[in-house]
């Protein structure tokens, strides 16, 4: 990066610490505040706050400011041209973690990509006594580097063979954790959101507080993830941008997860469409606040929630799918009066203590005087006592005219007695609010202790992977396991359907003008038709990968096309069902079917999951990210779908036994054939990682073989009017593709008989039902059946094609759908050859794995397409650990895979910092690492590492892609006094006199 964003210049702006002039009046609390003050332009000019829409836009001025109890301030860190965000105070109460947008001027964003800042942003920290300020990061980037041309210097500008992101790097959400760590959030790797909506792809992070041991700990995050945020039990929360599958792109959810990655869990779910989730806190009795607002329109400002951090024991963590199972939750509406909303799956004890007020994309409502609008709410901070800061703006708090955006924001710093109902915006406590300024981000400048009765969170043990949870995991393993007790134990249904347009059962409707009709696979629940538990045969484990930008330069933007915008492969098709002996099904101990599994998996490889029938279609799609850290066992979900239910214990099933046979996919993927003797499916297994179906390679090579005869346009009338020989181009898409796969718009064959004549819900086009292969015409005719468990009688169809007109009397046009009609195609006695059982298998996983296409060979591009290896391989060092080593240091062992195109075993590096079997510091080490597992290897130190601060091992292996995974990992063999020198504790004295800096 460039010398100007090194930590002396920063400096320069921080010790300028203005002194601003006292008040006459004095603070209602007794400790300093550190908050972010922002430029505001009066009443009439809106201004830019960061938020899930642009997490990387804000106004250049932004000032780290201390507001002292006697009311009078510091800046300790000036904006200039760039801005400060996401301040966050030390467990000690010493330092102030921050990130800085370097430079945020107009001129200096890249209006092609989102106005995303040419400089980027970092993490720094600044003692409170001293004004010492750290730089914690410098803009590291770490792409796919089989995924383009990088250079990995420069994702700006380098020369036109490169590839670019255009745009800097971003650093942010710093959060410090338990044993000198820091997690944060980064763009370094180079991603961008799968179906947009928000820009670039931050991912998590942690790290040593001085820069060490960097760690992705969250690989599923391929997306976005937001504000990490410390909890007492050692566990961080943050804000997840939800939009797998088909879910709507606007939807964040708050998660849990270890510091190190593992045990991920949801907190408040995205399921309030098309709201967000976002900013969260802990107050000092342990319970939670969370922000709930709509996003883009309202600058981040909405209602505040309280929840306990955990339910009573034996209590479900959530309520039901249906919202009528859910409690309300008060809010006061744009129109002045209370109007409670109900969502799915509502936390336990969740409750708003802001009911003044809502998060919706309206105007905040008029309160008492009958002519001010009462504000809405953001950035809420755990505060001494129990009490809550937050910042908050009076007027309507949304950008749009409904019915007003005037005046605009003026936001201020406020506290709220014992985190409180606030009815009124009297019950507020103000701290700051100057007209001139928009004041955010309040954060006491106290020790942890003083808020949460400790010195600091509890300090979860770091990921051990010493092969001690499981015997197919043995110490130093790149793989996890993955599992569940139970399919039975599910709520995939729709918990919302409109009860005006509820013609399909309580499920999404065929095809209606109906907006909102029903939550099924848009925001709650997945379920793919009717069906009912004794239909669940199987699971398939699907892997999904993030998508690099390549934003300029050679191949860039993205060279294939899904329903979901995600490459997804199948890992594997695992049989549930089990039978004893005798041939009589195994139960569970509620009584059930046994339906549990357990599988080894590559590490940090995303997945979900998909509910199989016996023919290998999606019956329901877990419709978010999942992912296991290496030596992690994962079999606590205690059902499929199961948010509000007890837990079936996993130790319970015949999956936890001894005898049962693990299925391996790191190596192998079981797929489901036909029938058997018996009837059931049978299994076959491809002796690869894992397995696609794509267009050009799989699916047009039999429809030129077997369908096309009749399906010509050299027909003037083509049997249903489809044309599956048109080749030539439709925005970069072919047309036997288009009219599959794509064609919402019914530019092809017969229409839908809905007034707008377009095709909704989750059809593609009269064909295809996206991820719902069993809901898909194109699949009925070719198994020759209706799959989706209705008959042709329970709903009406035109008896012309796209002719509503011919409806039956009576019908109307948002209850009709198709009917199975004629024959399996291709027709019996046509003279082309018809499919086999396999191959009709492979139309249903190419339909439920989203009618993936490698549009990019058509461009030159297609090795950057479908089939492009965009994950790079899982390395991870388990000894030597991070930080204090266990002693003695007598070897290196470290575990590597790669899930798809494999490793290149030739690349493999390992140095070291000190001396290794003679071997100078520094030197190639690779040629002592001996195999000693199921890809694990170590070096054997005949002397083991002497005594030392600070030593350093580093491994890195590419992949045959050209991925390539770097870890460094330091240690210490001493016990080292951190801070010795009091800088730490604040006795400035002893550090000036040290000499530290």
Known sequence: MSSSKRLPWRCSIALVALLMAASATAQPVDYDVVYVRQPRYGDDTNTIWPEIFHPARAEPGADLVLLHPDDSEEVLVAGGIGSVTDPFVSFDGQWIYYSYFYDLRPESLNYQRGDLPYEGADVFRIHVVSRQIEQLTDGEFTPNTGAGNWDETNPLDPPPEFNRLGYGILNLGPCPLPGGRVAFTSNRNGFTPQKGYTNPTLQLFVMDRDGANVTPIAPMTISSALHPTILRDGRILFSSHEDQGLRDRRLWGIWAIYPDGRNWQPVVSAFRSPQAFHFMTQLSGGDLVVEDYYNLNNNGFGALYRMPVAPPPGSPAFHGAFPADNPEIVQTVGGGFLYPFRMPFTPYGMASITPMTHAGDEAAPIGIDGVTRVGKFTHP???????????????????????????????????????????????????????????????????????????????????????????????????????????????????????????????????????????????????????????????????????????????????????????????????????????????????????????????????????????????????????????????????????????????????????????????????????????????????????????????????????????????????????????????????????????????????????????????????????????????????????????????????????????????????????????????????????????????????????????????????FGWFLDDLRPTLDISLPRPGPAALPVDRIRFGMVDNYSGLDLATLSVTASWSVEGRPAGTELADLALPTGDGIWEIFLAQPVPPVASADVSVEVYDLQGNVTRVKRTFSTLEVAIFSDGFESGDVAAWSSSGGG
């Open 381 to 863: 901070s755990g505060a001494p006592e129990g009490d809550l800061l937050v910042a908050w703006t009076p007027g309507p708090a949304n950008d749009l005219n409904r019915p007003t955006p005037l005046p605009y924001y003026d936001s201020g710093l406020y506290l709220v007695p014992d985190a409180a109902e606030v009815w009124s915006p009297d019950d507020l406590v103000t701290l700051k609010n100057d007209p001139a300024y928009n004041e955010a981000w309040p954060r006491a400048v106290v020790s942890y202790r003083d808020v949460h009765g400790v010195d600091q969170p509890a300090e979860i043990p770091w990921l051990p992977n010493d092969g001690t949870l499981h015997a197919e995991l043995p110490a130093g393993t790149p793989h996890g396991l993955v599992g569940t007790s139970s399919f039975y134990k599910r709520e995939s249904f729709p918990g919302w359907v409109t009860s005006w347009a509820d013609d399909f059962e309580g499920l999404d409707a065929f095809n209606t003008s109906e907006n909102g009709q029903s939550s099924n696979w848009g925001s709650q629940g997945s379920d793919a038709g009717k069906y009912s538990d004794s239909e669940i045969w199987a699971v398939r484990v699907v892997a999904m990968e993030p998508n690099t930008h390549r934003s300029y330069g050679p191949n860039n933007g993205r060279q294939f096309d899904s329903h979901a915008g995600e490459r997804l492969r199948v890992l594997g098709e695992i049989p549930l069902r089990k039978t004893d002996g005798t041939g009589a099904p195994v139960l569970d101990s509620e009584g059930n079917p046994d339906t549990s599994f357990l599988a080894r998996i590559p590490a940090d490889v995303p997945f979900t999951f998909q509910t199989l029938d016996r023919r290998g279609m999606v019956l329901n799609m877990a419709q978010t990210w999942h992912q296991v850290r290496p030596g992690e066992v994962r079999t606590d979900c205690g059902g499929c779908h199961a948010h509000s239910q007890q837990p079936l214990d996993f130790e319970l099933t015949a999956a936890a036994e001894a005898s049962y046979q693990t299925y391996d996919l790191a190596k192998d993927t079981p797929l489901l054939t036909g029938d058997v003797s018996g009837g059931d499916p049978g299994l076959m297994v491809a002796h690869t990682s894992a397995v696609d179906v794509e267009f050009y390679r799989d699916i047009r090579p039999i429809l030129a073989r077997s369908c096309v005869s009749c399906h010509t346009a050299a027909d003037p009338n083509p049997p249903a009017d489809l044309i599956l020989d048109d080749t030539a181009l439709y925005g970069g898409l072919p047309g036997d593709y288009k009219r599959l796969a794509d064609d919402q718009d019914a530019d092809w064959g017969h229409p839908p008989v809905i007034p707008n004549g377009i095709w909704r819900q989750t059809n593609a086009s009269r064909y295809v039902r996206m991820f719902q292969s069993r809901r898909s015409l194109l699949i009925w005719k070719i198994f020759g059946q209706r799959l989706d468990g209705w008959a042709n009688a329970d709903h009406p169809t035109e008896t012309v094609p796209g002719d509503a007109a011919t409806l039956p009397a009576g019908a109307t046009p948002n209850e009709a759908d198709l009917d199975f009609t004629g024959t399996i195609m291709p027709p019996p006695g046509s003279g082309v050859p018809a499919l086999t059982d396999n191959e009709k298998r492979m139309f249903a996983r190419w339909i439920d794995l989203g009618c993936p296409i490698n549009s990019g060979q058509e461009s030159g591009s297609g090795a």
